[in-house]
């Protein structure tokens, strides 16, 4: 509410009431009756409102009043987009360390053929592996049947020739399947005998040689010593 029909917001002290806001609608030699007495403005003249450009006055003047602080604040701003810049060069050179990793040695120039390129060797490697797989699934099925385990013993039956020129020889599978072979030897002829071994049974009788040829067959390998 302006002066002259009461007290308007912020005019309500004898202090307030008198400023130019409170006056701004008061003509010439009128006044205004209150708590405090009937008063005028000052010589009778109607008060205005600051101008504007008296308020940007004050706003420069708050500004040269604390140059010292916008200064400090301008330095820290500056200071933290330097930080900014250097934080975003070091990711920038490293993007570009590893798009060179990427593309080296190849022809491709731009990145999607050189991914395309690399996904095409990966599809290539696990065609050709899937292919080793396969492939080593039939050997191991077939090194199931070869003869993997073997026993010699070399004797000499015969006191009239020299040296151990007989021997029994036992050729298994890994399930224990195989023969025994024998050869005796003399010094007018030579004679050779099998007999077949069924999960390390023999089917026939043996003597202490074709046995102990069995025996070594049959033993576990020796685990190899590991690499230093």
């Not at 209150?34 to 600051?50: N, Q």
């Not at 010292?68 to 975003?88: D, E, N, P, T, Y």
């Not at 003399?186 to 099998?194: E, H, I």
Request: glycine share 10%; charged share 25%.
């Amino acid at each position: 509410m302006s002066p002259r029909g009461g007290l308007g917001i912020g005019c309500a002290s004898p202090s307030a009431w008198r400023s130019p806001r409170c006056w701004a609608e008061v003509p010439p030699g009128g006044g205004y009756t209150g708590p405090w007495g009937r008063s005028s403005p000052p010589g009778g003249a109607r008060l205005e409102v600051p101008a504007q450009e008296d308020l940007d006055i004050d706003v420069i003047g708050a500004i040269q009043a604390n140059v010292g602080v916008v200064v400090i604040l301008l330095g820290l701003a500056s200071l933290l987009l330097a930080v900014v810049a250097v934080i975003q060069l070091r990711r920038t050179r490293r993007l570009a360390a590893r798009f060179e990793a990427i593309t080296r040695g190849s022809e491709e120039r731009s990145l999607e053929a050189i991914l395309e390129a690399h996904l095409a060797r990966v599809h290539q490697v696990v065609r050709d592996l899937e292919d080793a797989t396969a492939r080593t699934a039939v050997l191991e099925r077939d090194m199931r049947r070869a003869f993997s385990r073997v026993g010699l013993v070399r004797y000499n039956p015969f006191e009239d020739t020299g040296g151990n020129q007989s021997f029994a020889l036992a050729l298994l599978d890994e399930h224990g399947d195989g023969f025994v072979m024998s050869s005796l030897h003399a010094r007018n002829q030579t004679r050779v005998y099998a007999k077949g071994v069924r999960a390390g049974q023999p089917d026939a009788a043996m003597s202490a040689e074709e046995q102990e040829a069995l025996r070594t067959a049959l033993a576990p390998a020796p685990r190899l010593a590991e690499p230093s």
